[in-house]
């Protein structure tokens, strides 16, 4: 899973790398700036589901759309924004 991420995002990079230094204070601010409070469970799904399989679920709305691209902007993944916006 680590190379999975890894290789979607940089702060994801930087996550595991604190986790497995030990810095979870570092890993905990950077959850707040990814995940703010008002972030939705479902967008986040989405995004893993882009991850691993490389596609989202069906019928995912416009107002969804956005919320992805938002998500993708914070956690700096540039390929699934290329996409959102090309879409």
Known sequence: ???????SSPIFKNMIKANESNNNNFSNEILKIILP??????IFKEIFK???CGQFHDNISIE???EI??????????????????K
């Open 1 to 7: 899973h680590k190379v999975v991420l890894i290789s």
């Open 37 to 42: 409070e008002s972030y939705n469970i479902k």
């Open 50 to 52: 882009w991850i691993y």
């Open 64 to 66: 969804d759309m956005r």
């Open 69 to 86: 691209l938002l998500m993708a902007e914070n956690l700096k993944m540039y390929s699934l924004q290329k996409i959102l916006i090309i």
